[in-house]
């Protein structure tokens, strides 16, 4: 076990220095390229740190063990578990982070339009799949048409956000790189070649680290006897979604909070479109009880951050009702 605890130590240590290569890259690519926060936050960061929790259910799937029922679980848990930390534990842990220097008291203040784009999105997107548990796995048809509807959707998403990047550059929400580069330190150039070269450094770090950890995770789980299915809904997507928290925690320590919650917001509608798409095709997709807590959970978290969504920024103090959400996850399903 010390060694496993050590390991685990490890992998994390890896993870956090690839978050800070990938924040700080990101921050120059957007500021090189003109784009806004929600462009940078919402689509790149979210889908780059999405990378590893997205290879968990579709290697599960494509190539997992010779027990095709353990596949199907560990796909579904991933899948349903990624928006469900998203929504609630890891909005907690981005509200501890603004909680020393803000105070019980203080708020989140992201851009609010495209706080409420991700969210919208994300509701309807995540409630059709949901509806799709209830669709007989003999009807493919509709099964597809649900399916292809939920990455319409992730289409839909990405072209709204961009069209309304320029007009929040004029409005002073342009991605700035207050930090010169960290590869810079090494006396290379800040041009292009090395943004890409730290962006493409840290995303290979994070993936090093997610996969490590999440064997670490693993064997954990083995140890301590959880299920399948439990160790893909509550322990791989803490382990895989620990580069949007650190990412997040990060920016909302500088004041990004439009970068903050837009990784996490933007992240949920990734994960929340496209791979319950892949659900609906490979797997029985059905309501099982501890699937279906998650399903209510998740929307449950998000609808509380639409509904903060509508005020002045987001209280501190309400978005720890996210991590009592979790803690009632935890509770149903142990």
Known sequence: ?????????????????????FTNALEHLGEKLGISEGVTGSIFAAVGTAMPETFVPLLALVAGTSDAAVNEEIGVGAIL???????????????????RSRGLRGRITPEPGGLT???????????????A????????????????????LYIL???????????????GHGTEAHRPMLLARLGLPTNSASIAAQLILGLVLLIVGAKGFIG????????LGISALLLSLLIIPIATELPEKINSILW???????????NITGAMVFQGTLLPAI?????????????????VITLLGAGLLRLLARGSGLPIWALFGNGMLYLAYLAYTL
């Open 157 to 171: 998403y990405v072209r709204a956000t961009l069209r309304a990047s320029g007009d929040l550059v004029l409005q």
């Open 216 to 223: 670490g995770v693993q064997s954990a789980a083995k140890l």
């Open 1 to 21: 076990m010390i060694g496993l605890g050590l390991l685990l130590l490890a992998m994390l240590g890896v993870i956090l220095v690839a978050s800070e290569l």
């Open 81 to 99: 578990g990624a928006p469900l930390m998203l929504s609630t534990l890891s909005t907690w842990l981005v509200a501890l982070g603004a909680l």
């Open 252 to 262: 909302v320590g500088r004041g990004k909070d439009t970068l903050a919650l837009g």
């Open 133 to 152: 548990m209830w669709v007989p796995h003999g009807k493919l048809w509709a099964r597809a048409v649900l399916a292809a509807l939920l990455v319409l």
């Open 279 to 295: 659900g609906i095709m490979l797997t029985p997709w059905v309501p099982r009880p501890e699937v279906l807590g998650g399903v």
């Open 117 to 131: 784009r991700d969210l919208n999105f994300f509701l309807i997107a995540f409630g059709l799949a949901a509806l």
